[in-house]
């Protein structure tokens, strides 16, 4: 892959678990291969390439397809909520830089919790997973300001399982949002750069699609 297409795979890979944190805001609804799939990226701590972190496409394939559409037909409005949340993490991961303490307890943290699913043999979408995942969350990045404002239903929102799926997304999000500042990677791609990014999301898909 070139660098255009892993700058392509990380924006997706942003976008989509915020796409499944509006979701289950406004819905509560969510497509389980969709939250694995993110949920599993977190845990790739050390990829030899991009492509390692979204290998099994899960966490990456909704993502690609709502760039598409969001860049393509500059569809902003529609999604409106999803880049929000988008824009949100990528200046949350920047704070993040700043506070060393706090990088090291989610790398402790992430690490701790691999364990217990090796041990426990768990999948990373079952419950006690997805509310370690979320403790994690907001114990660390979701103690700095200002917070992440999820719009949505109250009733929906008050569902302490959605919350702790919405935060272990969030997460998601930050890890995606580390490997898109490490590609050098800025808001004004997304516009100014639309052409290219466009043709970088069909290159994209398409390895993705082929090593699935």
Known sequence: MNRNEERALALAGIVQPCHLVSGIARSGMIA????????????????????????????????????????????????????????????LERKLQQRPELLRQIGAGIEAIQEHININTLAISSEDVVE?????????????????????LQKLLQNSANTCRIRALLLAGLRSAVLWRQLDGSKSQWVLGRGKLLRSLESATNIINIIN
């Open 32 to 91: 389980e291969d969709s939250l694995t799939g993110c949920l599993e990226s977190i845990f790739v701590t050390n990829p030899e390439n991009t492509l390692d972190v979204y290998r099994s496409g899960d966490g990456v394939r909704t993502g690609l397809r709502l760039l598409h559409e969001i860049i393509g037909e500059m569809n902003f409005g529609q999604h409106g909520d999803t880049i929000q949340y988008a824009l949100a993490l990528i200046a």
């Open 132 to 152: 370690r995942l979320s403790r994690l969350y907001e114990e660390t990045a979701g103690t700095l300001e200002p917070r992440i404002r999820i719009h949505g």
